[in-house]
């Protein structure tokens, strides 16, 4: 490698074309501790040439009591850049470097090895193109180098060069190399890494850094850095559907109003229709305007603004896509996550959720399973701590729009942030869309709820009793949807003992029937809503995961949790179908308040205290609460 | 300046700096943009003109005053802040400025502390800004190496560098709890060259003090100080002599050391510092003071 310089006999204009126009190569360097990273990379600044005569001498002044190459400098010093990582000799963040030659310019992450730091080592990656594996040759691969390989696998890292490193304290032997490699190679498959090179190296003597080392004659390989100017790693971001994240709404007079934002993907011309992820609501790019003038396209990467040709209302976190190629827009996705808090990620709470410009309440519905970072294995988990990664069900709030990570990483990646804390806790790629994520066809039909509901007089809803058995919802219901009737709205009730002899005829009584039953009966109650009726759900549901599973398939509509709260001694003496004498006797099973859970609602929007009131009074409060 | 499907290098640093400064707009109540007049400022402001084209930058920009910048930075400064019509807030430190704080009597890491640092402190508490865009780069230092671009500053604004939040892709967690604030880094990933480079391919005016030039200056311990008035007190015996250098960085000027040079445009300062051996900062007296100066001045405070 020769450093990139202008000599005087260059013309300099060439010469800052040649500057301007070379490509950027992002990558990043993970392995164990004392695999020998920094020093890596020191090794690669004072090469090319980038450690300069003042940074030379403070370095010689800090290398003493240190271990040191042939040139008399602790390298590692170069890039460990706080003070606690000096005193301790480690890594603890991730530092960014900067080297260029005459092909390329790179820009480097070295990232920690602890295992307490994975989530340090996580930011490095998500920006990189490519990641340096670093080995010690004399302990090969360690529990580091898998967890790091398969956060690098994660977070969409697509080429890997597996450096051997320290090459020469096992006296630059072939078969130590040879046996590394196939075992990383064996252990790696499953990645899905695109491209896999491996070079044995010695970072303190500069073995294969530069160019190919005669101590490693047996090597046939590309030397470290002809290998990553050579490499072609940019995907092709302007191939792929046009996505544009609008970050601003830029709106300085009454005569000028464009939206801000970067093309995330694909290209757009002026002329082009465009639609909004959300709305679906159709345009066309009247103008693609920068401060060096108009332009006729806008490539991935590019940072402009959109004037589209008509009124259409368009806001900060909108994401606009081509029609016929839009991103999924749904409010539940299946993700995988990386837990980057010391506080642990359960099922259930909730989170803001940041995708693009897109920030939204989110909750994790369900903990699929944790895999081990160091074996790859799959098992079951109630909890994600600190530096473990989960497949996990996410609903948000409201519907996003976003792409599968492998797809698109800038429309598929997100964070989630602790609503008190305010800290980054959790990083996920969307691995693909759940329920309505067939949304690509979705039609937005002129005649809708609002426009159905509208003709009726009244909001259609979904109103959702939950309670033990013999708590007095069906009473309940019944007495509000004759008040309800009686002026004039559209009501529909659906009772669990009907339904369970019709639709839901063929399911029983375990879990997975359970949630079967209320699914349906979710499906149900939102597709009459959606007809503009006012539904009213009666059903024990006990458990708080199927209820929200329910607020869930609402989406948009107005939910309503009514739990009647009559205590287990009150409705076994009541018992009005002998159900809990029967089951107390044991003659029926999983029987809700005997010898099945009823989840006490978290957060239910009224509670009715049925041993208290009458059915009548409870109906009567309810309605009013309600305002229908 | 599109290269068939791909952006080149600068391109693509200036289309993430330019969403960086969007983000900042949209994301915070009332920021601020650091205007410290260098070439880095100047890049940052013709991002910032980029970033929100047609419309006007939509937050103020703060110069702190320490009262012993190049008087060529002010006019500089006056200038761009008329021709561009951008909001400008200028901030001296009162107490400062009535004990008379100077690098001469009271020592650089003193009138650091009280004149860029507390200052700094002062103003951005009495404009209740949440976030404030600067346009340090990781280049520059080791411990900016490390930093977030989004970097949180708690109530009293000091960096915790062992405790910040992850920051992946291009996804950033802008989220403040009451008195907290974000210092903001649109070119971290710029490198000294990018930013010279740039600067010539985008035509970007800055302070003529990069331009060689006959200067009056004095040597100190092997530093060239410029005289820029009279209150650089002279040694017996010292006299300015005129010798044509020119600046890599500015800042105070009795703090700032010159270089022998005869770069007097644009392509010639890149040649030269191609050639150079020597890192930016080390004209700046105030980071050599000891190993890990700028991470403890960051942790106070400093920019």
């Not at chain 1, 271990?67 to 990582?85: H, P, Q, T």
């Not at chain 1, 509000?480 to 029983?508: F, P, Q, S, W």
């Not at chain 2, 499907?5 to 915070?28: K, T, W």
């Not at chain 2, 943009?33 to 400022?41: E, L, N, P, Q």
């Amino acid at each position: 490698m020769t450093l990139a310089m202008a000599t005087p006999d260059t013309d300099l204009d060439l010469w800052l074309e040649q500057q301007t126009g070379k490509s950027l190569l992002r990558f990043l360097t993970c392995g164990s501790v004392d695999d020998g990273k920094s020093t890596l990379i020191g090794r690669l600044l004072y090469d090319s040439q980038l450690v300069l005569d003042d940074q030379l001498a403070s370095l010689r002044n800090e290398s003493r009591n240190r271990s040191v190459g042939e040139e008399g400098i602790d390298f590692s010093l170069l890039v460990d850049g706080l003070s606690a990582e000096r005193e301790q000799g480690i890594t603890i963040d991730v530092a960014y470097r900067f080297f260029s030659t005459h092909k390329r310019k790179f820009i480097v992450a070295d990232t920690p090895g602890h295992e307490q730091y994975t989530r340090n080592m996580a930011t490095g990656a998500s920006n990189a193109d490519l990641a340096l594996v670093l080995i010690d040759a004399r302990k090969g691969i360690l529990t580091q180098t898998r967890r790091h390989s398969f956060i690098l696998s994660l977070v969409g890292v697509k080429h890997v060069v597996l450096v051997v490193n320290k090459i020469d304290l096992v006296d630059y032997d072939q078969d130590v190399f040879h046996r590394i490699v196939a075992e990383y190679r064996a252990f790696a498959e499953p990645l899905g890494f695109k491209t896999l090179q491996a070079v044995p190296v010695s970072a303190l003597r500069g073995d294969n850094i530069l160019r190919s080392s005669e101590r490693t004659a047996w090597f046939n390989g590309a030397a470290l850095v002809p290998y990553l100017e050579s490499i072609e790693v940019a995907e092709d971001r302007v191939a792929a559907d046009f996505r544009f994240s609008v970050q601003w709404v830029n709106r300085p007079n009454l005569d000028f109003r464009g939206f801000s934002g970067t093309v995330l993907s694909g290209e757009i011309a002026v002329g082009d229709e465009v639609l909004v992820a959300a709305s679906r609501k159709l345009a066309v790019v009247s103008r693609i305007v920068t401060l060096d003038g108009d332009l006729d396209t806008a490539i991935a990467g590019q940072a402009v603004t959109l004037v589209l040709d008509r009124e259409i209302d368009v806001s900060r976190g909108d994401v606009l896509a081509r029609p016929g190629k839009v991103p999924e827009f749904s409010n539940q996705f299946q993700a995988r996550l990386i837990w980057m808090n010391e506080e642990p990620a359960y099922p259930g709470r909730s989170y803001l959720l940041k995708l693009g410009a897109q920030v939204v309440p989110a909750t994790i519905t369900d903990l699929k399973f944790r895999t081990n970072v160091n074996t790859l294995e799959n098992g079951a988990a109630t909890k994600l701590d600190l530096n473990e990664v989960g497949t996990v069900t996410i609903a948000t709030d409201r519907a996003i729009a976003f792409d599968p990570y492998a797809n698109n990483p800038l429309s598929g990646g997100f964070i989630l942030i602790d609503r008190l804390s305010n800290a980054t806790v959790g990083a996920g790629t969307v691995s693909y869309g759940l329920r309505r994520a067939q949304n690509l066809t979705y039609q937005t039909f002129d005649v809708n709820r609002q426009v159905r509901a509208q003709m009726k007089g009244q909001d259609a809803q979904i109103v959702w009793f939950t309670g033990l058995s013999g708590s007095g919802k069906s009473t309940i219901a019944n007495l509000l949807e004759k008040r309800l009737t009686a002026e004039g709205r559209h009501c529909y009730i659906l009772d669990g003992d009907n339904v369970r002899h019709g639709l839901n005829k063929d399911l029983g009584f375990t879990e997975a029937a359970r949630v079967e039953n209320i699914r349906r009966v979710a499906e149900v109650a939102r597709l009459m809503a959606d007809a503009g009726l006012i539904v009213i759900v009666s059903f024990i549901s006990p458990f708080e995961n199927e209820r929200r599973l329910a607020r869930e398939i609402a989406g948009g509509v107005r939910f309503t949790e009514v739990y009647v709260d009559t205590p287990l001694s009150v409705v076994e003496q009541r018992d009005p179908k002998g159900l809990y004498k029967r089951a107390r006797a044991g003659e029926i099973k999983n029987f809700t308040g005997i010898d099945s859970p009823f989840e006490v609602p978290e957060d239910p929007e009224i509670v009715l205290h049925g041993g208290d009131e009458t059915p009548s009074e409870l109906a009567d409060r309810l309605h009013a609460w309600l305002k229908i | 300046m599109v290269d068939g499907q791909r952006l080149s290098h600068l391109q693509a640093l200036e289309a993430e700096s330019i969403e960086i400064l969007r983000e900042v707009a949209a994301s915070f109540e009332r920021p601020v943009m650091m205007y410290s007049i260098g070439k880095d400022s100047s890049v940052l402001l013709h991002l910032a003109r980029k970033a929100f084209y047609p419309g006007k930058i939509p937050f103020p920009l703060l110069h702190v005053n320490t009262t012993f910048k190049f008087r060529e930075m002010i006019a500089f400064r006056d200038r761009t802040a008329e021709e561009y019509g951008f909001e400008l807030i200028s901030h001296t430190n009162p107490e400062g400025l009535r004990d008379g704080i100077n690098p001469f009597d009271h020592g650089s890491s003193r009138y650091t502390d009280i004149m860029k640092t507390q200052a700094l402190r002062q103003a951005l508490n009495a404009g209740r800004y949440d976030a404030a865009v600067g346009g340090a780069r990781r280049d520059e230092e080791k411990s900016r190496a490390k930093e977030r671009v989004f970097s949180h500053r708690n109530a009293s604004h000091a960096w915790d560098p062992k405790n910040q939040r992850p920051e992946l892709w291009r996804v950033f967690n802008t989220r403040l709890h009451p008195g907290e604030s974000m210092r903001v880094f649109p070119i971290s990933n710029w490198t000294e060259l990018d930013v010279w480079t740039y600067i010539y391919a985008e035509d970007i005016p800055i302070v003529p003090l990069y331009f060689a030039k006959p200067r009056p200056v004095v040597e100190r311990s092997g530093t060239l100080i410029m005289v820029d008035d009279e209150r650089l007190p002279l040694a017996p015996g010292e006299t300015p002599r005129m010798e044509t250098v020119r600046f890599r960085t500015l800042g105070c000027y009795p703090l700032t050391g010159a270089i022998r040079s005869t770069a007097a445009d644009l392509p010639s300062i890149i040649m030269e510092m191609q050639a150079s051996r020597t890192s930016e900062r080390e004209g700046r007296l105030i980071d050599s003071d000891s190993v890990g100066s700028m991470e403890k001045k960051k942790q106070e405070g400093y920019f």
